[in-house]
């Protein structure tokens, strides 16, 4: 049988690189990439094939995919959209630069990468295109909007790109998980501090919470946290499932609230997730 190949994006640490690591072990033919050069070498010495891709920057997003192509003779079986940023802070105190800044990397990335597949999937017959949610693509959450919005949007997006190639052989498929021990908490702290200006927020007194959440060293888990491996299982479902599904949830909390949005009324469902 040939061998079945992926792409994967922000395999430097966590929930890619896991995925990178747990199909490489499965027989897939893996190309693992990540926004730094030094991260590729890394994952190069473990046996690897990376390569560069920054979701920002247009131009590595087409050499990366032409680089994946040049190597498989020009096919490509799935591509896992997973590379992404937290900026936290209240929505009132986000400037507009930051909203732009995630955004092209949360969504525009994808959405970039993922035209440029297509064709490709669409010459082959076939090919799964999985982009990596979240629970706060199902519900938000205080202090996160600017992640929130992105995978709102990337929900949105991805529902009626599946909806419009039903007959091509291309799959559009969403995992969705809830915490999952990775860096990204750690990623935010630069975008937090270059966006926003808590000391001058009208929220000044509850940012204190947030900044011993950003700054202290996490001593234990978050309630239900699970570790990268979870999502990679799920992903390979995605991936293998002869039918698979347009959802799969990581996390008890995933399947907590896909259950609440639908059963509770709004006002409801806000008082519970604002209670924590």
């Known amino acids: 049988m040939r061998q079945r190949s992926i792409l994967i994006t922000g395999c430097s640490s966590g929930i890619g690189l896991d995925a990178a690591r747990g199909l490489h072990a499965r027989g897939w033919r893996v190309f693992a990439t990540c926004r730094q050069e030094a991260d590729c070498d890394r994952l190069r010495a473990e046996g690897l094939e990376s390569f560069r891709l920054d979701y920002a920057d247009e131009a590595s997003i087409a050499d990366a995919l032409d680089e994946a192509l040049r190597r498989t003779g020009g096919t490509l079986d799935a591509v896992y959209n997973n590379g992404a940023f937290a900026c936290p802070g209240a929505v009132e105190d986000l400037p507009r630069g930051a909203l732009r800044e995630i955004f092209e990397t949360n969504l525009f990335g994808y959405h970039d990468l993922t035209r440029r597949v297509i064709p490709v999937m669409r010459r082959q017959g076939h090919g799964r295109i999985i982009n990596c949610s979240s629970v706060l693509g199902l519900v938000g959450a205080k202090w996160r909007g600017a992640y929130v919005a992105t995978k709102f949007a990337m929900e949105g997006l991805t529902d009626v790109l599946r ?32 966006w926003i200006d808590w000391e001058n927020s009208a929220r000044r007194e509850q940012y204190v919470s947030l900044l011993g959440r950003l700054y202290d060293k996490k001593t234990k888990k978050d309630a239900f946290e699970l570790g990268p491996e979870a999502v990679t299982a799920k992903l390979i479902r995605a991936l293998e499932d002869k039918r698979p599904k347009a959802r799969y949830y990581v996390t008890t909390p995933t399947y907590l609230m896909g259950v609440l949005r639908r059963a509770l009324p709004t ?10």
Do not use: Y
Not at 165 to 189: F, H, S, W, Y
Not at 267 to 276: E, P, V
């Open 267 to 276: 006002r409801a469902l806000d008082w519970l997730i604002a209670k924590g």
């Open 163 to 194: 909806i419009e190639m039903r007959g091509t052989g291309i799959d559009l498929i969403l995992i969705e998980p809830g915490p999952i021990a990775t860096k990204i908490r750690e990623n935010a702290v630069p975008h937090f501090e270059q």
